[in-house]
């Protein structure tokens, strides 16, 4: 069973929607009031969002938030399982 920590599978989702609407990370940094490298961080699952980041960013992607964060719902994810932290 595959173990990620919240970071990197949070990022991966973020650059999935980034890609999917051909934005670049600086474009979706000026959307959300952010900068490229905190935008490159989450993709890398260095940094994790704020909630108001989440907010922002489902703004700036023309989403729900749910759409951002669904990867973390386990009815969705069927023998995903998150590290413990």
Known sequence: MAVENEGAIFGKRLRELRVARN???TELSERCGSNRQFIGDLERG???????????????????????????????QPGKRLRKT
């Open 23 to 25: 934005l670049t990370q």
């Open 46 to 76: 260095v940094k994790v969002p704020s909630l108001t980041m989440v907010l922002r960013l489902a703004e700036a992607l023309e989403c729900r938030v749910y759409d951002v964060v669904k990867v973390f719902d386990s009815s969705s």
